[in-house]
């Protein structure tokens, strides 16, 4: 079953690009409303469809919510909490 982006549980937040992700968005930030993770992700693929580069560099992101690394937790069991920030970090070089 899938998860509906208008349930209760949707909150307001910022996601923040950084690097090539940052490149490919056009955009260093924009706001979300979801209530996972992977919902918030998938709007992003969405909004920036016209962009195709953008959904392979996402592919290739690791992501901080709220400051904490998701690391290989599935996106759609991390919860976004009211007011909070998603960062998508691209690999850098060397690290």
């Known amino acids: 079953m899938a998860v ?7 909150v307001s937040g910022v996601i923040r ?9 056009g955009t260093s930030e924009e706001p979300y409303r979801a209530a996972t993770l992977a919902e918030a ?3 992003a693929r969405r909004l920036h469809a016209d962009r195709p580069r953008f ?3 996402l592919s290739l992101c690791s992501f901080l919510v709220d400051g904490d ?3 290989t937790r599935d996106h759609a069991t991390v ?4 007011g909070g920030t998603v960062e ?5 070089a060397g690290g």
């Open 88 to 92: 998508v970090l691209p690999p850098f």
């Open 55 to 57: 959904a392979r560099v």
């Open 41 to 43: 992700l998938d709007a």
């Open 69 to 71: 690394p998701v690391g």
């Open 79 to 82: 919860e976004l909490a009211e």
């Open 4 to 10: 509906s982006t208008t349930s209760a549980d949707t």
């Open 17 to 25: 690009y950084w690097a090539a992700a940052k490149a490919e968005a």
